[in-house]
């Protein structure tokens, strides 16, 4: 399901110029402001900026190939043009100016450009000669009338040594302006959002524990897309390496006990809960307060009895007043039957399932592919990173709440 309250998609068409190595910042200001970032390269781009750059600060695989099939089967260029709610050229050279002037669609950047019916933004840079050209001026003319906005240029200090206008304003003034005349992306917009994310661990003696490979990073980067979707996010974590995204509470727990009460203390202030965290189903049934010798051991066959710790999740659902509650389910088989049946057991609003026999996905790696599941259909998201699977999540986690009639 998808609500036009979604966080805004941008894509972002970067040409061959100098200015092209301030792309990388420009996703970052997007993406603080909430945005849903796609760069797309020219080939003359790619002498400037690297994708691998773009890739990571916009969680999303860049474009530069009108030709490539493996992106096109993910997302076709038609449909990439028609998920836009706009498109920002930024650098944009003399030469792409006149392209698109011209209507020439000889790459995927001018392509899109052609067939994307939502507002259109370039920022252009190039040396003060080129943008005195009377045919730049002719060009920029008719993009205007076309309807596209003309962001700068800046004048000062070229890359080229001469001094003038040509140079590409500042990416945080451009992200600025656009998300000013396309609205910014609140669909969390003054919720409470309670997160769990990592592992826990059972300790059997001061230096042992039972736990499990979950790294954290699926459970952070929903703390980040909820709070750039506007939510107020608390975010308990169990033992994992990752810094703390910025404007997000943090609590630090270890075992599933202290996790438990970490949440439980917090839910009835939440509006929305998600357990992302691989909570440990048991622990030791005795902590040694010392390291357990092997002497201490009778058998080669050494056992240890354990424990069932307290569901967390379940235990939510008889909180009051209940958050909207949303789990995820690690499974090996079979999981979405034995999601949904997860879901009923544990009264929870909806599940995230991941196939975690898949080492690409799921724990400890950079992307993951998950079905959403509650009570009234299914949202499969395709394999992607986790970062854009958590934005993709927000959406439609919001507005599950929101026609719950809780947002
Ligand atoms: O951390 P990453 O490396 O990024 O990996 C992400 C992930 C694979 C850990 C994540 O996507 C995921 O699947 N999280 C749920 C893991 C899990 O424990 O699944 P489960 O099917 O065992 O549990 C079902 C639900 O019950 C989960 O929401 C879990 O948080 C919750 N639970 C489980 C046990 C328990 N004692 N209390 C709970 O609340």
């Known amino acids: 399901m998808q609500t036009d309250n979604h966080a805004k998609r941008i894509l972002l068409g970067i040409s061959g110029g100098i200015a092209a190595y301030k792309a990388p910042m420009l996703v970052r200001n997007l993406r603080k402001m909430g945005a849903d970032v796609v760069p797309v390269l020219t080939q003359n781009a790619t002498r ?23 992106a096109e089967a993910a997302m076709g260029h038609i449909e990439l043009a028609r ?20 209507g020439i669609a000889d790459d995927l950047l001018t392509t899109l450009y052609l067939a994307t019916t939502a507002p259109v933004f ?14 730049t001026g002719r060009n920029l003319e008719r993009l205007r009338d076309d309807g596209v906005t003309v962001l700068g240029p800046a004048d000062g200090a070229q ?26 992306p609140r669909v969390l917009d003054g919720t409470r959002v309670l ?11 001061p230096v042992r524990f039972i736990s499990n490979r979950s790294s954290g990073r699926q459970g952070f980067a929903l703390a980040e897309a909820a709070h750039n979707a506007g939510a107020q996010v608390t975010l308990v974590a169990g033992p994992v390496h990752l810094p703390t995204p910025t404007g997000i509470e943090r609590i630090d727990v270890v075992s599933a006990k202290q996790m438990k009460d970490a949440v439980t203390c917090r839910a009835p202030h939440a509006d929305i809960f998600v357990s992302v965290a691989a909570v440990a189903d048991y622990r030791p049934h005795t902590v040694h307060g010392q390291k357990l010798k092997k002497s201490q051991q009778r058998s ?14 379940g235990s939510i659902a008889g909180v009051k007043p209940r958050p909207f509650v949303v789990g995820f389910a690690a499974e090996t088989e079979s999981p979405l039957e034995h999601a949904r049946e997860k879901r009923r057991r544990k009264c929870m609003d909806a599940i995230v399932v991941n196939d975690v026999s898949d080492p690409a996905i799921g724990f400890d790696s950079s992307d993951n592919a998950v079905t959403l599941i509650h009570a009234g259909g299914e ?4 394999k992607m990173r986790k970062g854009a699977i958590a934005r993709r999540l927000v959406d439609e986690i919001a507005a599950l709440y929101a026609s719950a009639g809780r947002g």
């Open 122 to 135: 370039v920022a252009p840079a190039m040396n003060v000669k080129m943008w005195e050209h009377a045919a």
């Open 195 to 205: 997160i769990t994310a990592g592992p826990t661990r059972e300790f059997l003696d």
């Open 300 to 313: 080669t066959d050494f056992r240890v009895a354990l424990k069932e710790n307290e569901d967390i999740v």
């Open 48 to 70: 400037f900026v690297t994708e691998t750059a773009l890739q990571a600060v916009a969680d999303n695989r860049p474009r530069t190939d009108l030709w490539d099939a493996d």
């Open 83 to 102: 998920w836009a709610d706009a498109l920002i050229i930024a650098p944009a050279t003399a030469n792409v100016i006149a392209r698109l002037a011209n």
């Open 379 to 382: 949202v499969g998201l395709p």
């Open 159 to 184: 890359a080229c040594g001469e001094f003038g206008p040509g140079r590409m304003i500042e990416p945080d003034e451009i992200a600025e302006k656009v998300t000013a005349a396309i609205g910014t």
